[in-house]
Structure formats: structure tokens, C-alpha cells
């Protein structure tokens, strides 16, 4: 497929940015993997104990009413009601640990893998982009070729892209959308701008601007003795509070009741 382009010699800048943009994006997520992979476990384990401890604080609050009250406590009603109130703590916590695994035990692309896969990814942009190419909106079989790209590129996997260009060309060829295309961007100046914005904006949010972190090798070490003095801190504060429900339930004389099946 030859793509034709319009006079405006801006064109070349929009398509360079286009990619920087997508490539930066890419280079973030390799970042938030990277992070998780240095940070990750004692991250999780921290709100794995902060969750801990906001539940032991609403179990000490049921505890304090019920004994303010003189009532028993129907344990397994009560059960009930902290697991809801803190079923949307309990989902984070998965999908923390869910994320933390997967960036855990994901791969490292090699050199050539990484730059073979701009060179093909280059090629695939200007047959597809959507942001170049109106077509890809229109017909769901390359909006789903396109999301497969994008996939492929985050990922450096050369054998994906590689087969894909192929499927590309022949969807193009099937769906009669081969040959010259010329390419209308009447707004191609505000276009320019609003990916100038979107690279700014990447570059100067997390995770990019960990990256800096991460390449530090003393402020890594930093960052994992603070992370470790603060998981500390959160278990010493669980401890307590177990303490402190065991001693209402000792001392204060608050019977718990377990209904009979």
C-alpha cells in the first residue's frame, strides 16, 4: 500500500509524533512493570496490612457499641457485615496481587527484539494508525487488527507484528482500500498540538517519571527501606489491635454468639 500524502509538509512532523507518543506510552508501561517488579511485593504487603487493620478497627467499633449496649453479638451476622463493608478493600488487594505476579514473572526483551519491533511497528503506522487513517474506525476487522498492533509492540514481540503486517496488507487488499491513499487532516495543526500535549504529559505523570527511581540505584534502596519500615510499622499496628479486640472480649465480658446450623 503507497500512501499518497497531502501538500502540507507538516504531515511528516504528525506522523513522527504520533509514534514518539505511542512509543513513550510503551516505554511507561515497561516502567510500571519494572516498578512493581522492584517494589511490588512489599507494596501489596503493606495494604495487605493496612486492610487488616481497618478491619480489626471496625471489629473493635462492633465490639465497643455492643458492649456499650450490654448486647451479645451474633458473630457470624456480624462476619457478614465486615466482609461486605470491606469486600471493595479485598478487590484491590487481589488485583494488586494479580498485578504484582504478573509483572513479577513477565519476560525482558532483548535488544534487537525492542528495536526491530519500532522498525515494524513504523510500517504498520502508516498502513493503519488510526489517527492517520479513517478506515480503521470504520471497519471492525482492522479496529481488531489495530488492537492486536498495539498489543504486540507493548509486548516487543517481533513474530506478532511480523504476521500481523501480513494480515494487514491483506485485509487492505480484501477490503479494497489498496493503492493510493490520499490523506485529508484539514485540523493537522491542532492535531500537532494535542499530541505535543499527550507526549508533555506522559513524560512529566507517573509511572514515567519513576523511571528516574528505578535507574537510581541508591534511591531504590531508598524506596525499599522506606517501603520496609513502613510494612513494619503496619503489622505492629495489626498486633495491637488484635490485642486490643482480645482484651474487650476478656476483660470487658462481651459474649459472641455462633448460631447453630
Not at 28 to 35: K, P, S
Not at 46 to 71: D, H, M, P, S, T
Amino acid at each position: 500500500m503507497e500512501l499518497a500524502r497531502t501538500d502540507n509538509n507538516r504531515y511528516d512532523e504528525y506522523e513522527a509524533l504520533l509514534v514518539e507518543r505511542d512509543r513513550l506510552r510503551k516505554e511507561a508501561g515497561q516502567i510500571w512493570t519494572m516498578y512493581l517488579k522492584t517494589f511490588g511485593r512489599l507494596m501489596t504487603q503493606i495494604f495487605e496490612e493496612k486492610v487488616a487493620c481497618i478491619r480489626q478497627k471496625k471489629l473493635i467499633g462492633y465490639y465497643q457499641k455492643a458492649l456499650n449496649r450490654g448486647q451479645a453479638i451474633d458473630a457470624e451476622a456480624l462476619e457478614a457485615q465486615l466482609n461486605k463493608e470491606m469486600a471493595e478493600y479485598q478487590k484491590q488487594l487481589r488485583q494488586m496481587i494479580t498485578d504484582e505476579k504478573r509483572c513479577r514473572e513477565s519476560g525482558t526483551s532483548t535488544i534487537y527484539e525492542a528495536e526491530r519491533s519500532k522498525v515494524l511497528y513504523r510500517r504498520l503506522v502508516k498502513l493503519l494508525h488510526p489517527d492517520i487513517h479513517p478506515e480503521t474506525d470504520r471497519e471492525e476487522r482492522l479496529r481488531e487488527l489495530w488492537a492486536r498492533i498495539v498489543q504486540a509492540y507493548g509486548q516487543n514481540d517481533v513474530k506478532a507484528l511480523s504476521e500481523l503486517e501480513v494480515l494487514v496488507r491483506a485485509a487492505l487488499e480484501e477490503l479494497k482500500i489498496d493503492g493510493r491513499i490520499t490523506v485529508e487532516i484539514p485540523d493537522l495543526v491542532d492535531r500537532i498540538a494535542d499530541v505535543r500535549r499527550e507526549i508533555e504529559e506522559i513524560r512529566t505523570t507517573e509511572p514515567y517519571t519513576w523511571k528516574a527511581e528505578l535507574e537510581d540505584e541508591k534511591a531504590r534502596e531508598e524506596k525499599i527501606q522506606a517501603l520496609e519500615k513502613e510494612l513494619e510499622h503496619y503489622r505492629d499496628y495489626h498486633r495491637q489491635l488484635d490485642e486490643a479486640a482480645e482484651t474487650i472480649l476478656r476483660e470487658g465480658g462481651l459474649e459472641l454468639v455462633w448460631r447453630m446450623n
